[in-house]
């Protein structure tokens, strides 16, 4: 019907389920900044899910994105190789990143939250700050993008749950670490990963007062404000994430809220996901 | 057509078949069935012809209406279906979900009085859905002119304007912002109602026509419109971007699960075919009581999905009585029919909600009707302490749309009022040169009729300002 497909033009396996992605969209690329994501559907059936742009490339017209496999449409999604299509891909959505220059920029990634990370630390750094990275998993199979990290930011941290990989403990034990070097105080707190995360990040530097900025992954629908379904509150207001953030001050978010919200839909996430296995054992009979 | 007044005045309205009430609200097929052929010319003679024409005044777009039911009488389809989309590009839409009874009909000489008015509406639906079938648009493309017009939005006004102008011969492309074309008139207005295949046939017939759809593409950030003017090359832009911007009551409890702008409601059940899921993979939760607050079209399409979603109770909750009801005429009978509940003269409070954060009722309370506001309505009054809990799971507020700001904000040479919604002059232009907007986006939520009237007469503005204001490199 004339509709544009757009295709993957590269992939990589990062850890066992979070896969790497070139696609081709011009359109997107053209004017995309740090901090904006794009939402994709990929068949005429599929849902829309948002995913951040990790990178993207105005000349060569497409965008990277690092996906991890969690429910039917990611699970979908990682299960493509370079060659195949996507039905849509909109964007770029969102207000992009302030970038400031704040001194000591400390950006902290969780799983792939880390995606959302990497472009900030990138656009921090030709800023002129100094830029920390930290980013944990909860072993060393879900640390991804460290040595991405390493080319663009001074320091890089590594950091899992049971120390198979880096230092032992949570991100958040290691921004306590940096927060405590007087040497280098800390101008600014850039976090995306998992609600409780974000959560603990934004309680540790609530009392300094130290600027945290947290990028919220609430369920999205147009991505335009259309609908309403990504609010969330935000100093006792309702916003629209999709086009008011997704970056929010994290002092000032109720991640308590947020994190119900998120569960909306379990039942029926978990009933795809076993129709699409069921499937998947019935195609292999 | 040699029938006398009297004779015509002997026959009354005809009745257009639907499907039962009790079976149509499990699924989402179309309520209406439409005339057969037979009743349709019967209905069609029921017209006067009256030399006053009221109806061709009470049409926002002008269908010369007793010309058109003429040749519906005489049988002559292939005449009528000309009539009709010389003045209307869009019958098979607006025959569906115009509000008639507001407009053609309400002025109709046969309804003075204890009369009934023609069926103008059914019989437009009828031609449209022949023409759909039977009628070749034989559509004579000029020779193109060399201007580059964009249109922001695919909506009923969008969808228009690009018509038009693709007729005069300029080069045109859609910029959508969602994956598929038709603004409200597919994410919002339910299948049952207006079936999608309709408004795929007229966006395919733009396609042959020339018109390109760029889906996918957020205006306001994929580009802006200055980035389309200044470097992409158009000549003159028309805004058909609606007005999509849900409006929320404020009132505690509407962060619940459960709790749903019916924008996002309707948009999850029609846009992403969540009535299908697991075959679609969008999901929408379905409850057992639903409560929809609001009393116009959005409301009445919310309640009744609700219902063929499953609902044990799908209630409406209307802060007014009856009579102020928005909502077309048939679509709150039809609501009845199919077994809603109309909770009226009641305000809600506050969203309850259990310790799981899910909904678990809506506290209302019940208002009488006090003096005449300013325009005219009783207004409706709380009585104290009167203080009710409607059982409910789900909750919808349907309460109307404001001006979404994604496009507006990133354009500061274009002057909105005090409500965000863009200004334009007698021609339909704004306060930017060579940029024009119609449809909700400037009346604030209206009908699609309005915004294909404006579609029509805007793209007809826009035709003057590119002859005699923009100069083509020779
Ligand atoms: C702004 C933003 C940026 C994001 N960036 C990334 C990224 O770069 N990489 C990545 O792997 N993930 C990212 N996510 C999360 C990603 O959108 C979800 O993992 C995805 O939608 C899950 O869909 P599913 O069908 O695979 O799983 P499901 O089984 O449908 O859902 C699993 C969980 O994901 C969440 N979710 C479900 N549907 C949606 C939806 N439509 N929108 C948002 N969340 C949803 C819910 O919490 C749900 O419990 C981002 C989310 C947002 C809002
Ligand atoms: C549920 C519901 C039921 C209704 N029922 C009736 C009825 O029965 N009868 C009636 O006459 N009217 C009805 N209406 C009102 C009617 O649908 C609207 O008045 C009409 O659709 C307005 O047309 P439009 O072209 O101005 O905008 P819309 O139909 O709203 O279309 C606007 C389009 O622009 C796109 N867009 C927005 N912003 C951007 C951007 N920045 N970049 C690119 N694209 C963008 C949107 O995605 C959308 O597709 C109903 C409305 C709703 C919501
Ligand atoms: S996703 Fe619909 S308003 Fe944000």
Redesign the pocket.
Do not use: H, Q, W
């Given at each position: 019907m004339g509709h544009r497909m757009f295709k993957i033009l590269d992939a990589k396996q990062l850890a066992s389920d979070v896969k790497w992605f070139r696609i081709d969209a011009p359109l997107v690329a053209k004017h995309r900044q740090p901090g904006q994501f794009i939402i994709l559907r990929l068949s005429e059936t599929g849902e829309r899910i948002p995913l951040t742009i990790a990178h993207s490339d105005n000349q060569q017209g497409f965008i990277e994105i690092i996906v991890k496999a969690i429910g039917k449409t990611t699970i979908e999604l990682c299960k493509k190789e370079k060659g195949d299509s996507i039905s849509d891909v909109m964007g770029p959505l969102g207000e992009p990143t302030e970038i400031e220059k704040v001194g000591h920029a400390v950006v902290v990634g969780g799983g792939v939250g880390t995606a959302v990370i990497y472009p900030l630390a990138r656009a921090l750094r030709e800023a002129g700050n100094y830029v920390s990275a930290i980013t944990g998993g909860r072993t060393k199979e879900l640390v991804v993008l460290e040595d991405d990290l390493k080319a663009v930011s001074d320091a890089v941290y590594a950091t899992t749950d049971d120390g198979s990989h880096g230092f032992k403990g949570t991100v958040a034990d290691k921004l306590r670490e940096l927060l405590a070097d007087k040497e280098r105080p800390v101008g600014a707190v850039y976090c995306a990963g998992p609600v409780p995360m974000m959560r603990a990040i934004a309680d540790l530097t609530r009392e300094s007062g130290i600027k945290t900025i947290v990028s919220l992954n609430p369920i999205m629908v147009?991505g335009?404000g259309?609908c309403g379904g990504c609010r969330v509150s935000v100093g006792g207001k309702t916003k629209f994430a999709c086009v008011d953030g997704p970056e929010f001050d994290g002092h000032e978010v109720d991640f308590d809220e947020l994190w119900d919200r998120l569960s909306a839909y379990r039942d029926q996430e978990k009933a795809a996901v076993d129709r699409m296995q069921h499937e998947c054992k019935c195609a292999a009979k | 057509m040699s029938m006398t007044a009297k004779e015509r005045m002997a026959i009354d309205r005809q009745h257009m078949p639907e499907r039962e009430a009790g079976v149509r609200n499990c699924d989402f097929n179309e309520v209406n069935i439409g005339f057969p052929e037979q009743l349709a010319l019967i209905e069609a003679s029921r017209c006067l012809q009256c030399k006053a024409g009221k109806c061709i005044e009470g049409c926002p777009v002008g269908i010369n209406i007793p010309e058109f039911m003429k040749y519906v009488e005489a049988g002559d389809f292939n005449k009528a279906a000309e009539v009709l989309l010389s003045a209307n590009a869009l019958p098979g839409i607006?025959g569906?979900?115009?509000?008639q009874e507001e407009q053609c009909e309400q002025v109709c000489i046969r309804g003075k009085g204890k009369g009934v008015p023609v069926a103008v509406g059914h019989l437009e639906r009828f031609i449209a859905d022949w023409a759909r079938e039977n009628y070749d648009v034989k559509q004579i493309i000029p020779p193109p002119t060399g201007y580059k017009v964009g249109i922001?939005?695919?909506?009923?006004?969008?969808?228009?304007a690009a018509g038009e102008l693709a007729k005069m011969g300029h080069d045109v492309t859609i910029?959508?912002?969602?994956h598929?074309?038709?603004?409200?008139?597919?994410?919002?207005?339910?299948e049952f109602?207006?079936p999608n295949k309709i408004i795929e046939s007229e966006v395919d017939r733009l396609r042959e026509m020339g018109v390109k759809i760029i889906c996918n593409?957020?205006?306001?950030?994929?580009f802006t419109v200055g980035d389309l003017m200044d470097e992409e090359g158009f000549h003159a832009l028309f805004?058909?971007?609606?007005?999509?911007l849900p409006v929320f009551m404020n009132i505690p409890g509407e962060n619940l699960k459960g709790v749903y702008s019916?924008?996002e409601y309707?948009t999850r059940v029609n846009l992403m075919g969540a009535y299908q899921f697991p075959e679609c993979d969008t999901p929408v939760i379905k409850g057992k009581n639903v409560a929809v607050i609001g009393g116009?079209?959005?409301a009445?399409?919310?309640v009744r999905t609700s219902k063929r979603l499953g609902a044990k109770a799908s209630n409406l909750i209307y802060r007014r009585s009856r009579a102020e009801m928005p909502?077309?005429k048939e679509?709150v009978k039809h609501a009845e029919e199919e077994g809603i509940v109309f909770n009226l003269l009641c305000n809600p409070k506050r969203i309850l909600g259990n310790d799981k954060g899910w909904v678990k009722g809506l506290e209302c309370l019940r208002m009488e009707l006090g003096e005449p506001d300013a325009s005219g309505r009783r207004r409706p009054v709380p009585i104290e302490g009167s203080e009710f809990v409607v059982e409910a799971d789900v909750v919808i507020e349907?309460l109307g749309?404001g001006a979404?700001p994604?496009?507006t904000s990133t354009t500061p040479d274009i002057k909105l009022n005090k409500w965000g919604y863009i200004e334009i002059d007698e021609t339909g232009m704004t306060t930017k040169p060579g940029v024009f907007a119609?449809?909700?986006?400037?009346?604030g939520?209206?009908?699609?009729?309005?915004?294909?009237g404006?579609?029509k007469s805007v793209a007809a503005a826009m035709n003057r300002y590119l002859k005699e204001k923009v100069t083509l490199p020779a």
């Open positions: 147009d335009t259309m | 607006t569906r979900v115009c509000p922001v939005g695919s909506g009923p006004a969008g969808l228009t910029f959508e912002a969602l598929k074309p038709g603004g409200v008139l597919v994410y919002g207005i339910p109602r207006l593409a957020v205006i306001g950030r994929t805004l058909g971007i609606g007005a999509g019916a924008n309707l116009g079209n959005v009445m399409d919310a909502a077309r679509e349907a749309a979404n994604l496009l119609g449809g909700d986006i400037t009346r939520a209206a009908t699609v009729i309005l915004a294909m404006d579609g």
